[in-house]
């Protein structure tokens, strides 16, 4: 950090659930591993008519973790609402008075307030003269998702966002980049040499992404009936390791470098028509099932979702990257709540060797290389090789690497991208173009669904959704390795 040392963490959005459920904890970690240069004076801003003393107890209910209460102990609070200027008066006031006889490296807003208020938020901080740099102290502001609700929704909140901030003070969060086994996409491809020769229409036959999750729609029915998987999920996660997966190599590993070879796949996924929607895309919604031995209630059930609600808690899909490298390589990608179990998984298929030399080898199953990103972290490469004995036996080994081999403890998603934020580091963010880039994929896919006259398919919670799921790989011959 330059300048002095330590920042000012200012949340808007200060007493929502975030607060306590990942950046409190976020902040202790990072202070307990001395990653923390100086000191992070949290400022909570929210419409809650509190005090400093109100706001810490408030937290100390909720928070929970090791090193927490020192964290707390050090926040304060301003009220204020998000749509009146006043508030950000007081800020204002509340953040030079803080800033009075301590060097702080700078600002870092944090938006961890309802969506439809960040264009206010923005304003706000605007119209206060929070947002431009002054003697080199930064300021900067981490935007979560969801970021807009659409392509043209997107754009808007660009536009505004940059009448106040440059890009490079913006980091839109999307926390698949801050987990260790997404950083590590870019290590596997680009720190080993066997791979970037292979990796190609040449050699890979297809890959497939799931993020497959146990849990329901949980207490964010209201959220979640406006965004469905679709939006919630595939915009953001999935496309994004979607790029890892199949960007050309940067010619640096640094923000921009990064950013743009992310973008250019993006850009080079085929925008699909209404008629491809309905061929190449599954929509699934959980009805009532069983988790593991507990029954839960189909979608529809739960509270705060309409009792015909067609919103879809599943999405599966055939992606076609057009260029020299993936022409003709499908990408299946899939995402759904309830599903049997909580996994997230990369997989790439190679193809088979050209020619069957052995008896009954073409009962092997063609090589796969599965990057786990979560639960069980770790890879697989699955081989065929020779069963001891005089015979000729082939069978299927997996050549493995567990993360729990390294013996520590990986670090957070929100540790790391709070890290990366107050140290300036933009690679695991996603960029503008990035963004709406995603919005014009996806919002083809939502247009074609509005065409169609049925609704999601109903899968029963506990399994892996819709059969369309799986007749959409079986139709061409392939079966999700995930199952
Ligand atoms: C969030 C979605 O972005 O990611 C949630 O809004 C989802 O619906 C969550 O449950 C999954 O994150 P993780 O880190 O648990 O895989």
Known sequence: ??????????????TGDLTHRKLIPAVAQLRRAGLLKGALRIVGYARQDLDDESFRALLRNTVEGEGTDEVIADTCYVQGDFRQEAGYARLAKRLTELEEGNSYAGRL??????????????????????????NGSFRRIVVEKPFGRDLSTAEELNTVLHQVFDEKQVFRIDHYLGKETVQNILVLRFAN?????????????????????????????KYYEEAGALRDMLQNHLLQLMTLIAMEPPVAFEADAVRNEKVKVLRAIHIPSPQDVQHLTVRGQYGAGEIGQEKVPGYRHEPDVAPASTRETFVALKLKVENWRWADVPFYLRTGKRLQQRASEISVQFQRAPQRLFPREARLKPNVLRLRIQPDEGMTLSVGAKVPGLRIELRDVDMAFNYDSFGKRGTDAYERLLHDALSGDNTLFTRKDEVEAAWRIVDAIGRGWQQEESGPEIYPAGSWGPESADELLHHDGRRWHLR
């Open 193 to 221: 040499g066997i791979f970037e020769p292979l990796w190609n229409r040449r050699y890979i036959d297809h890959v497939q992404i799931t993020v497959a999750e146990s849990l329901g729609v949980e207490h964010r029915a």
């Open 1 to 14: 950090m330059k300048g002095g040392e330590g920042a000012i963490l200012v949340v808007f959005g200060g």
């Open 109 to 134: 807003y944090y938006l961890a307030a309802p969506p439809s208020f960040y264009t206010d938020i923005f304003r706000g901080i605007g119209g206060a003269g929070l947002s431009g740099e002054e």
